[in-house]
């Protein structure tokens, strides 16, 4: 699939306020700081799709981009460190995981790991989380060009380990780099085939 044109729509504060459900939709999210803005901008091609912010939980509402006039990515609030509030943090789950469970069109989340960093109790609970209401994801290694290929193998053994403790089947991975540009042909294969399913 060639990107041809990516632009931002609608941000919203709650699922009921997001863009009619006519169209394929990818969420992406993942603990602050985990390079999502940088992700988005390679997959899509383009440099400023998303803000790319030095400080953690910069998104703050469901962000919807049409991509192609064919299907919406959104970018949604991250996880974790941003220094934000109890009562925000809370808020903000309860928008994401409302976005997660009634978003009809939703076909796919990818959910974002920083390769860098050893599995986290909050990645690992939100992974099974996903697992438990049956919602389809896709785990993405971001950062990837900073790691040697010993230390990138040994990140994804160690989380394979843990994911063995609790799914029979380990979910489907993907490896990426913004700064190498690697993952991004991988991850719109996948949204490609969906796509076609959605259509179907």
Known sequence: MLIKDAIY??????????????LPEYAFIGRSNVGKSSLINMVTGRKQLARISRTPGKTQTINHFLVNDEWY???????????????IRQKWKK??????????????????????????????????????NQLPFTIVFTKTDKLT?????????????ELQGTWEEIPAI??????NRNGGKEIIALIEESNKIFGS
């Open 149 to 161: 290929k010993i230390r990138l193998n040994d990140a994804l053994s160690r989380y394979r380990i």
């Open 73 to 87: 990515l959104v970018d949604l609030p991250g996880m974790g460190f941003a220094k934000i509030s109890k009562t």
């Open 95 to 132: 928008m994401i995981r409302d976005y997660l469970l009634l978003r009809q069109n939703l076909l796919n989340t990818f959910f974002l790991v920083d390769s860098r960093i050893a599995p986290q109790a909050i990645d690992l609970e939100f992974i099974n989380w996903l697992g438990v």
């Open 174 to 179: 993907i490896v990426s780099s913004a700064r």
């Open 9 to 22: 729509v609608l941000s919203s504060p709650d699922v009921a306020k997001c863009p009619k459900p006519v």
